[in-house]
């Protein structure tokens, strides 16, 4: 084998190791048996703050139906 042959090998082979080893240090979810697994780096990402809602989710409907109760009763 000439030398620029073997010299080619090598920087095929040293690229291909780099890109494998980049490849399997990349950390991201993964979903395996039907759990979604966080990646290795869950403990340092940024904390997602959601402020308390009010407690009854459905706090518009409830305030409208009071409303027409409040007005059906003044009706009657």
Do not use: H, I
Not at 20 to 41: E, F, H, K, N, R
């Amino acid at each position: 084998m000439s030398e620029a042959k073997r010299c080619d090998w090598q920087l095929a082979c040293t690229g291909l190791l780099l890109v494998s080893g980049l490849v399997s240090s990349m950390g991201c979810q993964v979903s395996v048996a039907g759990q979604t697994l966080p990646s290795p780096y869950y403990l340092t990402d940024d904390v997602q703050y959601f402020p308390a809602g009010p407690e009854n989710k459905l706090a518009n409907e409830t305030a409208a139906l009071k409303r027409a109760q409040a007005e059906a009763a003044r009706t009657r």
